[in-house]
């Protein structure tokens, strides 16, 4: 059996202990200085990136500011005929952030999903008789009105209800 090769084993090994000449390194194909230049623009990128991930801003919560002074009308706690003291539940947003007592407002029930009833507003107006600030574990600020008692079974039936305004506490 003959071989194809025409190298002998000595030639081969011979070959494989030259070294080989390589001018493929970094340094020739860059100049030294426009390597530094890629390299620290590069460093320049990666710090400045790193800056901006770690500032980014705190997310900032404002709670509205109600009135705690109190009005130069003068409120009786005479109760009329038919009429109650009803505390409305309502979150911020629900309001008018200036509501303060003596204020005359409506309100706008949201009924629950489920009973299919529709949004509707109140005909009649209430005096707003005292807004109490929430504690520090909730959001959640009581307003008490002075208000016929169809505006108590309303209230107490509603999901979510809003005040809106009709007349300004007078100062």
Known sequence: ?????????????TALRRPIPTNTSVAGVF????????LGSVVILGVALAFFLTQRPEPSVSTAQVSDTAPSVQLTNELLDGESYVAV???????????????????VVVPSFESGQITRSLDEVAIVRDV???TELGNTFVITVQAP????VAVA???????????????
């Open 1 to 13: 059996m003959e071989s194809f090769r025409t190298d002998s084993a000595q030639d081969r090994l």
């Open 31 to 38: 100049p030294n200085r426009a390597l530094a230049l890629a």
């Open 89 to 107: 539940a309502a979150e911020v947003g629900t309001f008018p952030p200036n509501l303060s007592a003596g204020a005359k407002v409506r309100m």
């Open 132 to 134: 109490t600030s929430p």
């Open 149 to 152: 008692l169809s505006v108590a």
């Open 157 to 171: 039936d509603a999901q979510k209800v809003h005040l809106v305004v009709v007349e300004e506490a007078t100062s």
